[in-house]
């Protein structure tokens, strides 16, 4: 799965692709989409910021998505707030956080 497939793609076949993709697909269409959006900050300050507030605890999971997706547009001025991009941007990150620990834990 190429990062211009799942940008292309609409919303409800986007969420379907993502749940079946692994940790490293979403890790490198996160970075690939990233740093086509982003300004001159690093995936890795912007992933360090996404971690902050997913461990962030009391807020329900639409609000953090909702946080997620500002702390996405802080990091790529340019594009207009709630536009998909973010959005998508935001869920492959989620993601591969989620995959990541599962694998580490051996939780699915």
């Not at 799965?1 to 379907?16: C, G, I, P, R, S």
Request: glycine share 10%; aromatic share 8%.
């Amino acid at each position: 799965m190429t990062t211009q497939e799942l940008v292309n793609m609409d919303l409800v076949a986007f969420a379907a692709a993502v749940k079946g993709l692994d940790a490293g697909t979403c890790s490198r269409c996160a970075r690939d989409l990233f740093h086509r959006l982003a300004s001159a900050a690093t995936f890795e300050q912007y992933f360090a910021d996404v971690l902050g507030v997913i461990l962030c605890s009391g807020q329900s999971g639409e609000e953090r998505f909702v946080e997620l997706c500002q702390v996405a547009g802080r990091y790529a001025p340019g594009v207009a707030p709630g536009y998909g991009v973010l959005a998508r941007l935001t869920a492959l990150t989620v993601q591969m956080v989620n995959l990541s620990l599962s694998s580490r834990t051996g939780r699915r």
